[in-house]
């Protein structure tokens, strides 16, 4: 028996479900650093260029105010700026410093072009610790010069909280995919397992055994129901096996009784030469009888094997009928019973001859064999516009009831009328196997007297 | 005969000596090979499974020598390919294990005949019975005889194998197209009505019974 392993929390990572759920987490991580990166980008992009406007706004706005309050304007952008963001610095033609809170013109803006430029090292200024800026250095009419600096920690402050959010997300999207991963190839293992267990139980020999399901339809639902279906097909082909070993057993117990009782009896009397002689011709007949069986055993395996479908080729359905018609017709003469053969040409059919005929010559044996003298068997070979041919044995005999044909196409089983008559009980079940190697159609119905058995070829 | 085992051979050996043929027997293929190869027999039994050299590649072997003694090839495998594939490697014909001895016997007795006196043409004899084969016309003395078709070639085949035993697996093998084995009956009673229109009853009967199963015609004396 094999062994069942049991699985380990180290067979995690090896398991599809989690190996799978590590790549969407990194492809999740992916996406998530690349959207906060165009995030924090844009922002930072849009930030500083609010900072210039202003800066540019402001600058306008100094240019229209007139040079007598120029001074005032300075002081009060400095001093109503409460938190600290503003710098400025007015200058006099000869470089004097007129206003503002900046000690000396940054070195980013002495070219003094009226347009914005970074000072990452932030305006000199006395007070305080210099900061990075944005800042314009306008030259003015008078030969003076303004400079206005906007510090840009808001801008930093905001990238930082993007930079933050993302250092959060991408350790809880971290943490999320080991988790799920985790969860769901757990999950996978538990009902790898649970198919394990129920494996191992099959392989020890339970066939009535099967694969759980969760009927939700996942894949392992529809893996299991495939492996299922397969059991239940071989749970069902063991036992016809053993049905026909027991069977066999039981068919082939009472011929070799009688055989050996027969020889036993022989002994027993003495007798003469002739009496010996005969003793053993029935003894030899009755062997005759086992090998038939055993024979007829084999040919069934052999046709339900399906290889003798590489051999198929066409088939005409009314030689056929009339060859079986004619090799069988002698035989219902002998037996006292009306044989008709109604045979119409109909189109080809592919199969095996050999079979078919074989198939056809049961169908008419049996027929024969089951009604008794003075009845009628008959033979047709039909085929309706569009149809496939149809062939129909009738015989007017005790018929089957309802429950004997549900069990006449297995192996062994006759009918209660059969019991006295010869025969190994294989004759339908030979017919069942043929037709069904074709994938024709078999049907059997009640014939009122009788039993019509009609096999549709196609 | 080239059997490996020595009970069935012995058996065998005993029904052909009966029919007076004298019988070496082989117990393995290479032996079987050599003998078959030197030895002028008029039809071999060949087993085919042998220890030493498998049948079917004795047989192979034999007929790549140009040896063309005809090969009764006997088996325990009764497939339709192990027949087919036992025929093609040069057997003449096929019987499966096991078999009643008088099949065998009837089987060897036709291939040893087939080399020898092997009627030929359109009109057959035998006795009173004449065959014609073009005009599709069987007499017996100066009676016509009704014959169908299939009759009619159930009676050629006894006229081209008279005074010898024929099975009913020979005759169904020799005289339908179907390869199946139709149990007993039915050739039964073909036979039986070949036989009422042939031997009416103040006529010497001949076609006879053959005790172990089968028919022989016979040209009554």
Partial sequence: MPRIERFRLADLPRTTAFRMTLLFGVLMITAVVLVLGIVYWRTGVFLTRRLDDTLMRETEEFLHTSPLEQRTHIENLVDSDSRGYWKALLLAPDGRMLAGNLDALPPELQGADGRVHSLPHGAPAALEHPRPARGIARRLADGGVLVLALRTHEVHEVRELILRAMAAGLAGSVGLALAGGLVLSFGTLRRIEAIHRASATIMAGDLSQRLPTRGSGDDFDKLAAIVNAMLAKIEGLITDVKAAGDNIAHDLRTPLTRLRTRLEGALRRGGDVEAHRAAMEDAIADTDQILATFRALLRIAEVEDGRRRAGFAPVEPAALASAASELYEPLAAARDLSFTADIQPTSVVTGDADLLFEALGNLLDNAIKFTPPGGAVSLTLHQGAGQPPEIMVRDTGPGISAEQRQAMFRRFTRGDHARHTPGNGLGLSLVAAVVQLHGFQLDVSEGRPGCVMRITLG | ?221
Avoid at chain 2, 43 to 58: H, K, Q, V, Y
Wanted: with cysteine.
């Fill in chain 2, 1 to 221: 005969m080239i059997e490996d085992e020595q009970r069935t051979a012995r058996e065998i050996v005993d029904a052909l000596k009966a029919e007076g043929y004298g019988v070496d027997v082989c117990h393995d293929g290479p032996t079987g090979l050599a003998a078959a190869r030197d030895g002028t027999y008029d039809a071999i039994t060949l087993d085919r499974l042998l220890p030493g050299l498998d049948g079917l590649s004795l047989l192979a072997d034999l007929r790549r020598g140009g040896v063309t003694t005809p090969v009764l090839v006997v088996s325990a495998l009764d497939g339709v390919d192990d027949k087919v594939r036992g025929l093609r490697a040069g057997g003449d014909d096929y019987l499966t294990k096991p078999f009643a001895l008088a099949e065998l016997v009837a089987r060897v007795m036709a291939l040893a005949r087939r080399r020898g006196d092997k009627p030929d043409g359109t009109l057959l004899q035998v006795g009173p019975l004449a065959m014609d084969l073009v005009g599709r016309r069987a007499t017996r003395g100066t009676r016509v005889l009704d014959l169908t078709p299939r009759e009619f070639r159930l009676l050629e085949y006894f006229v081209r194998n008279a005074e010898q035993a024929l099975t009913r697996s020979m005759l169904y093998q020799a005289v339908w197209e179907y390869s199946f084995d139709p149990g007993t009956n039915v050739i039964d009673v073909h036979i039986g009505r070949l036989r009422r229109k042939v031997d009416l009853d103040a006529e010497d009967p001949m076609i006879r019974t053959v005790r172990g199963g089968g028919w022989r015609l016979h040209a009554p004396d």
